[in-house]
T-cell receptor, first 115, second 115 residues
């Protein structure tokens, strides 16, 4: 079975500061992908960043970077220079290659950026 | 970019009626589409996975006869909530994936209210 754990129900960060959102996962699939999505209050799910299990380097997309530690099964999202518009729910997700291609989502972390 | 359009964004219907929600991939062919239900302040709950031209695969506990899913083409999947009841009121969101190992792109979601 696959499982995603996000231990931080809510996080606060000061504007312009960096913040790390934790994500740990469990899977027996040797090959998988890890994803982060942002869900603002409007409800849409916005894809942020992807990390493949065999990627040697940590993924980066603008202000987003993924701190991937395979041995520890963690895939933390780092947001640099936080902006007020970053306030939202953030979901970590995993997609294995051998489990029907389904995505498994974590419970989410609500990030609030303070002015 | 990859755009997924979901329609309608919100709907109010009377108890006992049926509601159809459409999910379209606008600029890519989606081999797989996913349907989720999201309760307030909770994560996404996968309802079913559909592949073009084949029957949808429903998650355990999801009533196939109540939530009819049709994936008639590589760009369109529909979810029909039949004989809706107030307990079916929820946020329904679809996603579409280009391939087996890639990210999924989400529609805007549909907020269903059954009165």
């Amino acid at each position: 079975a696959q499982k995603i754990t996000q231990t931080q129900p809510g996080m606060f960060v000061q504007e312009k500061e960096a913040v790390t959102l934790d994500c740990t996962y469990d899977t027996s699939d040797p090959s998988y992908g890890l994803f982060w999505y942002k869900q603002p209050s409007s409800g849409e799910m916005i894809f942020l960043i992807y990390q493949g299990s065999y990627d040697q380097q940590n993924a980066t997309e603008g202000r987003y970077s993924l701190n991937f530690q395979k041995a520890r099964k963690s895939a933390n999202l780092v947001i640099s220079a936080s902006q007020l518009g970053d306030s939202a729910m953030y979901f970590c997700a995993m997609r294995g290659h051998n489990y029907g291609q389904n995505f498994v989502f974590g419970p989410g972390t609500r990030l609030s950026v303070l002015p | 970019g990859a755009v997924v359009s979901q329609h309608p964004s919100w709907v109010i219907c009377k108890s006992g009626t049926s509601v159809k929600i459409e999910c379209r991939s606008l600029d890519f062919q989606a081999t797989t589409m996913f349907w989720y239900r999201q309760f307030p302040k909770q994560s996404l709950m996968l309802m079913a996975t559909s592949n073009e031209g084949s029957k949808a695969t429903y998650e355990q506990g999801v009533e196939k006869d109540k939530f009819l899913i049709n994936h008639a083409s590589l760009t369109l999947s529909t979810l029909t909530v039949t004989s809706a009841h107030p307990e079916d009121s929820s946020f329904y969101i679809c996603s579409a994936s280009k391939g087996a190992y890639t990210e999924a792109f989400f529609g805007q979601g549909t907020r269903l209210t059954v009165v």
